[in-house]
């Protein structure tokens, strides 16, 4: 998988996550840019920033998080709805090629963001079904940028992740897939799905 660049945005200040991963991809030549978001305002004009790059990129979330969404260092929580609604304008100027890494506890919940009849708001999503500590997350995606920026598919991507922190909860959900899996729930339940 090939992004123009790697987009790092950190709420949380004590963990240093990101300020690390900043560091790696610069020293291993992935295009990267490092931001502070304390605030679903500052998330959201990130975002807009970001949509105006039309090319296809990669969101790194460092936060805290849980099944429902995530926190903000202002306290602020974004429910994966809302989420939604900020990634949607982010993954068409991407061309449907938005990648998320969600470095956050339960950030695999965000999967769930696809499950609309709608185009889904990313084409791949990486995070925790569980609760996982700053230094896994650290450690896990430095790996997994790593191996991705030498080449490798992101399921193989995620098995070295998975090596080298032993945590089992990664995986990684496609936006496409999830939503065909919607589309053909509502069809076998006899719901037409013309207009959806």
């Known amino acids: 998988m090939h992004f123009a660049e790697v987009k790092i945005l950190e709420s949380n200040v004590p963990s240093a996550e990101g300020r690390m991963l900043h560091e790696l ?16 305002a500052s998330l959201a004009e990130s975002l807009q920033r970001m949509a105006s790059l039309a090319a296809p990129m990669a ?28 990634l949607l304008p982010l993954n068409r100027a991407s061309g449907g090629n938005l990648f998320v890494s969600m470095s956050s506890c339960k950030g ?24 996982v500590t700053f230094a896994d ?4 995606y430095a790996v997994f940028y790593y191996r991705l920026a030498k080449g490798a598919a992101a399921r193989d991507a995620l098995a070295a992740m998975i090596v080298a922190t032993g945590e089992k909860n ?14 053909a729930a509502i069809t076998a339940a006899g719901i037409p799905t013309e207009g959806l």
Not at 25 to 40: D, I
Not at 170 to 177: K, L, R
């Open 25 to 40: 991809f610069q020293l291993v030549s992935v295009p990267v840019t490092y931001e502070q978001v304390m605030t679903r």
């Open 59 to 86: 969101l790194h979330l460092s936060c805290h998080g849980d099944k429902n969404g995530f926190g903000l260092e202002s306290g602020e929580f974004v429910r994966w709805y809302d989420f939604r609604q900020m």
């Open 108 to 131: 695999l919940f965000g999967g769930g963001m696809a499950m609309h009849t709608d185009s889904p708001p990313f084409a791949l999503l990486i995070g925790p079904a569980e609760n």
């Open 137 to 140: 997350a650290a450690v896990g």
């Open 170 to 183: 990664f995986d990684v959900i496609s936006g496409d897939d999830t939503r065909s899996a919607v589309l």
